[in-house]
């Protein structure tokens, strides 16, 4: 076991003990702020070596190093008082405009909270966390692997499970869109992130020289409405080398849809929208009416065309309702097929989302600029001698080796089928469209199909017979 993986171990038996944390969404929050802190010092003395008159946003005593790096500093009721009354107020309300930095402090801390009560438990876990060197890249990659234990955590935290997608879907989606540099790449529902560090992992070969790595830090950009995967997912950026991470807190789905303008579309669209929930009320005012609905995901379908720049790709995971629903969903969906080449939609098993919904949901892949003309389908299937997924035995991404194979040189197949437009439009746009093949292997010889017929009216006759003498003995 590594000394990261001790630390993280202890911190979260420390927390057990203390009243105030209740659950794991608060744990998790409650450990990701504190971690925040520390890489932020960390980055700060990286930032006063490289950068020429870096001035800290934070104020001096509120620094990470003057009131947490002393293990033998404030303790007791003494350190909850500064947390409570100095700490949190001061960094709640630091001015946005001094730096980039204070609007990302800013941004982390507006609706993060202190659950911690017991002083004495908050100094042990602020010693655990100080121990870990988030400068040296050895004791960072090792606390990268940590950190997507934590994320996977959040599937055991109630609802918080919605900001977790499975790892192997993820670096599926950004392996077939194969980000390159110079693009820009955009989750309009970042969650904690998975979809963005996963593009930097991607593009990170591709980084040769400093001006490089500047155009990756601009070029990827996410957005989250809720405050605890907006930490995270900021968090998780600077895990992976980002100093300024541009991932806002707010919802793409409040702006007008009209005020969307060049300057705002971009080359790569990867996200799992939220599906299944509803918007506030008003929030569909602000698209066209032929799009309007409550519905959140297909609210984003209709944004995320709408971002795509000509030739722009996206990869979208998307629920069943999706592809068959009416009225707005259809709308939605013949806007897709007349602007956008939706060439591939993968469809993927029962499971692949649990614990925390049994939805089956399909990953579409489209990109802007001229009309759909056929459709692929290719259906996922489950290893030999699986039958779902579970958090135990998620979906693992070597699964995906056979669909990569497939992708450049496509036939059909017991798994992969395609379907002209014509007969999609026939369907009043209805994308939910079975396996034809499947279908075939299932179905039984005419022989079988017979035999079975009369064994099943041999039955009902019997049944019939059995009813009338019954009903025969009861009226004697």
């Known amino acids: 076991m590594s000394t990261i993986t001790t630390n993280i171990k202890a911190i979260r038996d420390i927390m057990r003990k203390d009243t105030g944390v209740d659950g794991d969404a608060q744990r998790i929050s409650q450990m990701v702020w504190m971690l925040f802190m520390k890489i932020f010092a960390d980055k700060e003395d990286e930032w006063d070596l490289v950068m020429e008159n870096y001035k800290s946003p934070i104020p001096e005593q509120l620094k990470w190093q003057n009131w947490a790096s002393d293990d033998e500093g404030l303790t007791g009721d003494q350190l909850m008082d500064f947390v409570d009354n100095e700490l949190f107020p001061a960094l709640k309300e630091l001015d946005i405009t001094t730096s980039p930095q204070a609007k990302i402090i800013r941004s982390v801390f507006d609706d993060t909270y202190n659950y911690m009560k017991n002083g004495t438990l908050f100094r042990q876990v602020i010693n655990e966390i100080d121990k870990i060197d988030f400068n040296s890249s050895k004791e960072r990659h090792l606390f990268n692997d940590i950190y997507e234990t934590i994320l996977k955590e959040l599937q055991s935290a109630g609802s ?46 591709q980084v040769k020289t400093e001006a490089d790595r500047q155009t990756m830090q601009k070029a990827v950009r996410g957005i989250e409405k809720k405050p605890l995967p907006h930490l995270l997912c900021t968090t998780n950026l600077m895990l992976h080398g980002f100093d300024l991470p541009a991932v806002r807190r707010g919802n793409y789905l409040n702006k007008p849809y009209s005020d969307w303008g060049a300057k705002d579309r971009v080359d790569i669209i990867l996200t799992n929208p939220p599906f299944g929930g509803v918007e506030e009320d008003g929030t569909e005012t602000n698209f066209p009416a032929k799009f309007r609905t409550k519905e959140t995901a297909d609210l984003f379908l209709a944004l ?46 029962n499971g692949v989302f649990n ?59 017991p798994q992969a089928w395609k379907v002209d437009i014509e007969e999609i439009k026939k369907r009043n746009y209805n994308l939910d469209i079975k396996n034809p093949f499947q279908v075939e292997q299932n179905l039984a010889s005419p022989e079988e199909i017979l035999t079975k017929y009369q064994q099943t009216e041999t039955q009902i006759t019997d049944l019939q017979s059995k009813i009338v003498k019954v009903l025969t003995e009861a009226l004697n």
Not at 166 to 178: E, G, K, S
Not at 379 to 408: Q, R
Request: charged share 25%.
């Open 160 to 205: 918080a499970g919605e900001y977790y997608t499975p790892r192997a879907v993820t670096q599926f989606m950004v392996d077939i869109i194969n980000p390159q540099l110079g693009e820009t790449m955009l989750d309009p529902a970042s969650g904690t992130g998975g979809f963005l560090t996963c593009s930097i992992e991607h593009l990170r070969h």
């Open 304 to 349: 995320i065309i709408k971002l795509l720049k000509k030739n722009g790709r996206a990869a979208v995971v998307l629920p069943d309702g999706t592809l068959f629903g009416e009225g707005v969903k259809t709308r939605i969906k013949e806007e897709l097929l007349e602007k956008c080449n939706l060439h591939t939609i993968v469809r993927l098993p």
């Open 355 to 413: 614990p925390y919904t049994g939805i089956k949901t399909n990953l579409l892949f489209f990109e802007k600029g001229s009309p759909t003309k056929e459709i692929w389908y290719y259906e996922h299937p489950y290893p030999k001698g699986v039958k779902s997924y579970n958090k135990t035995k998620p979906i693992n991404i070597k699964e995906f080796d056979a669909e990569k194979k497939w992708w450049k040189n496509r036939k059909e197949s």
